[in-house]
T-cell receptor, first 116, second 116 residues
Framework: AQKITQTQPGMFVQEKEAVTLDCTYD???????LFWYKQPSSGEMIFLIY??????QNATEGRYSLNFQKARKSANLVISASQLGDSAMYFC?????????????FGQGTTLQVKP | DARVTQTPRHKVTEMGQEVTMRCQPI?????VFWYRQTMMQGLELLAY????????DSGMPKDRFSAEMPDATLATLKIQPSEPRDSAVYFC??????????????FGPGTRLLVL
């Protein structure tokens, strides 16, 4: 069975510092995808970054990077130079089944607070 | 700036009433997903459609929930009769499946439902 685990319910980071949000996953599928979404207090779900299981390099999108360690089944999100607007809930998700299903399973989320 | 739209954004209703939620996917996307978010269960996939055909609704309570896509620009999720335990945020997401791969899902703002 597929599973996503986010072990940090809440995190604090000082503005302008980097922060790592942890995510581990479990699947027996050879092909899968890993996503991170941000949910601010307004409630919308904002796509941040994607990593495919066969991608050789870690994904990066601006200040976001995904530290993908396949052998450890981890897909941590790194946010560099934190900003006050980064305060939100962050969800790790995995696409499971065949690559064309698109079905996602989500972790429980990590609340990030950026301190001025 | 293409976005998924959902209506209504908020809905308060009484137990036993019918609730209909609507979603307009991003133009050109061929896959639509319905998710439910609660504090206890987190984000759960209810159903999804590709090219307007239902592919999987195993996450949906069959006796009271129904999902349809009358055309490519409209997806609906209906609850009849509604119950207090249906109170949640319902998200619609859309994505594009091509070349055997399902690409990133983009979420709408959600419908916050409260059943009294």
């Amino acid at each position: 069975a597929q599973k996503i685990t986010q072990t940090q319910p809440g995190m604090f980071v000082q503005e302008k510092e980097a922060v790592t949000l942890d995510c581990t996953y479990d699947t027996s599928d050879p092909s899968y995808g890993l996503f991170w979404y941000k949910q601010p207090s307004s409630g919308e779900m904002i796509f941040l970054i994607y990593q495919g299981s066969y991608d050789q390099q870690n994904a990066t999108e601006g200040r976001y990077s995904l530290n993908f360690q396949k052998a450890r089944k981890s897909a941590n999100l790194v946010i560099s130079a934190s900003q006050l607007g980064d305060s939100a809930m962050y969800f790790c998700a995995m696409r499971y089944g065949s690559s064309n299903t698109g079905k996602l399973i989500f972790g429980q989320g990590t609340t990030l607070q950026v301190k001025p | 700036d293409a976005r998924v739209t959902q209506t209504p954004r908020h809905k308060v209703t009484e137990m036993g009433q019918e609730v209909t939620m609507r979603c307009q996917p991003i133009l050109g996307h061929n896959t639509v997903f319905w998710y439910r978010q609660t504090m206890m269960q987190g984000l759960e996939l209810l159903a999804y459609f590709r090219n307007r055909a239902p592919l999987d609704d195993s996450g949906m309570p069959k006796d009271r929930f129904s999902a349809e896509m009358p055309d490519a620009t409209l997806a609906t999720l209906k609850i009849q009769p509604s119950e207090p335990r249906d109170s949640a945020v319902y998200f619609c997401a859309s994505g594009l499946q091509r070349g055997g791969d399902q690409e990133t899902q983009y979420f709408g703002p959600g419908t916050r439902l409260l059943v009294l």
